[in-house]
């Protein structure tokens, strides 16, 4: 299936503030007393990018099966591949922050054409796509078909091949390959310092490594992404569970091999 965003995309802007608040279509008013904006705010700015036409997406909220949920539409691939990370960081973030700092389940929608999926705020997963015929009354997961794994399978070699493709520029100053971390397969990212993790952390996650997992998902394989930082630092982000975990130190030899004890021995090398 071609149709696909980037896990990493929301997974950033909600964890590690890839995605800056603010600008045209962002939340208005107080929220509550942390800054957090409520349902009611996030909704709203979700009827401003519908009614302003700011952006080239449709933006609707009510409940599905009993669920608070946003509706998130794009007409064509390009314009997704273009503004979502936007519309994640400045609408369907704030609306899942605001759920779940009320610990209420809600879920956002992502449609491109004929295709949807279902992202679980209280989980911070995504769900597999699923054929969607432009009726929100009729939203309902479809399970996978031998056609769809096979799509999936062929998405997992494409993710594999862009991140060749990175690792072999000479133009792009960032380290790209494929290893097991802790028996797990994983994408490892490296960057020289945090000036270029900050210029291309963003492309990286919605080119190469979210594409990377969500074909993995799709296939039901258990992936990762490391991320490296000046081969001192690293985070790791679980595919499956769409989450980060903490900052930790790397005490590796001049030549980048870096043995990490953190649940389990793994080796991260660039």
């Keep these: 299936m071609r149709h696909r965003s980037s896990r990493l995309v929301l997974g950033l802007c909600l964890l590690i503030g890839g995605c800056a608040h603010g600008g045209a279509g962002s939340p208005h008013g107080t929220g509550d007393a942390d800054g957090t904006p409520?349902?009611?705010?996030?909704?709203?700015?979700?009827?401003?990018?519908?009614?302003?036409?700011?952006?080239?997406?449709?933006?609707?909220t009510r409940e599905v099966e009993g669920v608070p949920s946003m509706f998130i539409a794009f007409a064509e691939q390009q314009a997704a591949d273009r503004h979502l990370s936007r519309v994640a960081s400045e609408v369907a973030g704030p609306f899942c922050d605001a759920a779940n700092s009320s610990n209420r389940p809600a879920s956002v929608y992502v449609a491109i054409q004929s295709w949807a999926k279902r992202y679980n705020c209280e989980l911070g997963q995504w769900g597999e796509w699923f054929s969607f015929n432009g009726s929100l009354a009729a939203l309902r997961e479809q399970p996978r078909t031998e056609s769809s794994a096979k799509d999936s399978e062929a998405a997992v070699a494409d993710a594999v091949n862009r991140c060749r493709r990175v690792q072999e520029s000479a133009s792009i100053p960032v380290a790209c390959k494929l290893q097991y971390l802790n028996k797990i397969p994983s994408m490892v990212i490296g960057f020289r310092n945090e000036q270029e993790a900050a210029a291309f952390l963003r492309p990286m996650a919605e080119n190469v490594a979210g594409p990377f997992c969500d074909a993995a998902n799709d296939s039901g394989q258990t992936a990762a992404v490391a991320v490296?930082?000046?081969r001192t630092t690293a985070r790791l982000f679980d595919c499956e569970n769409g989450r980060w975990g903490e900052w930790f130190s790397l005490d590796g030899?001049?030549?980048?091999?870096?043995?990490?004890?953190r649940e389990g021995s793994a080796e991260i090398s660039l």
């Design 38 to 60: 409520t349902l009611a705010e996030a909704a709203a700015a979700c009827r401003r990018l519908q009614d302003e036409h700011t952006l080239p997406v449709g933006c609707t």
């Design 228 to 230: 490296v930082v000046g």
């Design 253 to 261: 030899d001049d030549d980048g091999a870096e043995d990490v004890e």
